[in-house]
């Protein structure tokens, strides 16, 4: 949720439809509301009210100074993660390609 703040600024649902596109097991739109909340309580977050003519009126999220420190700090772990995957699957495929 926090990379896809950093791209750009947007409401909840909104962003429940962009993590819909990225593959994750998506939270529901409740659960979603709820990281919001916590993340922007932690100082990860800042929301101000969309008062546009169109529609209800919404939070509108932003990634703030210290998510985005938050975000570079632990983007090296999720990369370390994603190596580590990486590995496992190339050694699934030697494997099914033995047994093939």
Do not use: N
Not at 22 to 28: A, D, E, I, N, R
Not at 87 to 97: E, H, T
Request: hydrophobic share 40%; proline share 3%; aromatic share 8%.
């Amino acid at each position: 949720m926090l990379v896809l703040l950093k791209e750009r600024e947007c409401h909840g649902y909104e962003l429940y439809r962009r993590l819909a596109t990225t593959g994750f097991v998506v939270p529901s739109a409740t659960q979603i509301y709820r990281l919001l909340r916590t993340m922007e309580h932690e100082g990860l977050l800042s929301a101000v009210w969309d008062l546009s003519e169109k529609g209800p009126a919404r939070r509108v999220y932003t990634l703030t100074s210290t998510g985005d420190q938050y975000l570079r700090e632990h983007i090296p772990s999720l990369l370390a993660e994603r190596d580590a995957f990486q590995v496992v699957l190339a050694i699934y495929r030697r494997v099914v390609k033995r047994q093939a």
